[in-house]
């Protein structure tokens, strides 16, 4: 799967993290302990409103929305 997959390193609140990148997404998701490790004191999760689902129609359980520098 991943021999043309698009993967390299990316830069979160000056935390080096490793991606594998999608072009084709509307939404940059990353798992709750990569957030918990590069957001910053005064980062908060705010509810989202989107229902996200993958390529295959099954749901996405998504714990907030936030953002990154």
Avoid: H, Y
């Avoid at 799967?1 to 594998?20: A, P, Q, T």
């Avoid at 390529?55 to 907030?64: A, D, E, K, R, Y």
């Amino acid at each position: 799967m991943f021999d043309e997959s698009i993967v390299g390193d990316w830069e979160i609140n000056r935390r080096k993290v490793n991606f594998l990148f999608d072009t084709g997404t509307i939404k940059t998701i990353v798992a709750p302990r990569i957030w918990d490790e590069c957001k910053t004191p005064d980062s908060v999760l705010q509810p989202l409103s989107n229902i996200l689902v993958t390529f295959v129609g099954g749901p996405v359980n998504v714990i907030g929305k936030g953002r990154c520098k």
